[in-house]
């Protein structure tokens, strides 16, 4: 089983719908987690950190389920804008870290379009 | 804020070829890496450096070096290019004691023939 695994589209979605997309993660001992967003030809950037109580951040909420091992993104009212391709990023290391190995790992990205 | 900068942008280089990619980061961070981006194949980490002085292999060593100037300066050299080098490379900075973020440069997008 891959360590990040995401759905590579492309979700074709409608202005103004709903989306929503998972990663699942193979190491448990993961302990924290983060969306990027990263444009066509650009640098990934981040969009959010997923807290273990969900959070959310105006359009976009992340949801935790340490129990079935994956992170969700869900983005309301989507905009073209949004068009892009989300990267799930796991950490099996404390989010605090005070270096060492780094354990960040990356999925392959679910692609994104937002189509008017 | 300059955050994290690479050079060059772009670069074609021929097979057996040689180069070093430049990296900086005026933020401070004391770990920085070096990332290749191929389609369908995702981020995959070639070297970090967690502090001044260090350097470690990532995931994709092999056929790379790296060295860590100074706190600022993280570079990657290429000895002998070869086609299957040709990639999208990152460079990427963290601080300690502050969310794991992760700060990108904008890339440099490398040929070799």
């Known amino acids: 089983r891959k360590e990040v695994e995401q759905d590579p589209g492309p979700f074709n979605v409608p202005e103004g719908a709903t989306v929503a997309f998972n990663c699942t993660y193979s190491n448990s001992a993961s302990q924290s987690f983060f969306w990027y967003r990263q444009d066509c030809r650009k640098e990934p950037k981040l969009l959010m950190s997923?807290?273990?109580s969900g959070n959310e951040d105006g359009r976009f909420t992340a949801q935790l389920n340490r129990a079935s091992q994956y992170i969700s993104l869900l983005i309301r009212d989507s905009k073209l804008s949004d068009s892009a391709t989300y990267l799930c990023v796991v950490n099996p290391t404390w989010v605090y870290s005070g270096g060492g190995a780094d354990g960040l790992t990356f999925g392959k990205g679910t692609h994104l379009i937002i189509q008017p | 804020n300059a955050g994290v900068t690479q050079t060059p942008k772009f670069q074609v280089l021929k097979t057996g070829q040689s180069m070093t990619l430049q990296c900086a980061q005026d933020?401070?961070?004391?770990?920085m890496y070096w990332y290749r981006q191929d389609p369908g194949m995702g981020l995959r980490l070639i070297y970090y450096?967690?502090?001044?002085?260090?350097?470690d292999k990532g995931e994709v060593p092999n056929g790379y070096n790296v060295s860590r100037l100074n706190k600022r300066e993280f570079s990657l050299r290429l000895e002998s290019a070869a086609p299957s080098q040709t990639s999208v490379y990152f460079c990427a900075s963290r601080g300690t004691g502050e969310m794991y973020e992760q700060y990108f440069g904008p890339g440099t997008r490398l040929t070799v023939t």
């Open positions: 933020m401070n961070h004391n770990s």
């Open positions: 997923v807290y273990s």
């Open positions: 450096s967690a502090s001044e002085g260090t350097t």
